[in-house]
């Protein structure tokens, strides 16, 4: 089992940057992908971004591509998400989850954590 703890929400202003962490706990870091995803009021939880165990591999959302950047820290035990030229639709609870070999589920979610974009 893996335990994760999102961090680095908050509120900022349209065109503005927040940096989140994953960090997680339990099983071996290196041996499994993890993905961010994020859930508005009202709507269903999203896919975000996603990284490989090894951090080689990343594959994002079309309405992120360019401005989010996912990355890990595999020494830290922590994935992390730079948010950038962020927009009001960005404004959700962002979840991490782990994502283990040989599964086609995310497993694992941590309890979130709330960014909020103003315009």
């Known amino acids: 089992q893996v335990q994760l703890v999102e961090s680095g929400g908050g509120l900022v202003q349209a065109g503005g940057s927040l940096s989140l962490s994953c960090a997680a706990s339990?099983?071996?870091?290196?041996?499994?992908?993890v993905g961010w995803f994020r859930q508005a009021p009202g709507k269903e939880r999203d896919f975000v971004a996603a990284?490989?165990?090894?951090?080689?591999?990343?594959t994002y959302a079309d309405s992120v591509k360019a401005r989010f950047t996912i990355s890990r820290d595999n020494a830290k035990n922590t994935v992390y998400l730079q948010l950038n030229s962020l927009k009001p639709e960005d404004t959700a609870v962002y979840y991490c989850?782990?994502?283990?070999?040989?599964?086609?589920?995310?497993?694992?979610w941590g309890q979130g954590t709330q960014v909020t974009v103003s315009s």
């Open positions: 339990g099983r071996t870091f290196s041996s499994y992908a």
């Open positions: 990284i490989s165990w090894s951090g080689g591999s990343t």
């Open positions: 989850a782990a994502l283990f070999e040989g599964s086609l589920d995310y497993h694992d």
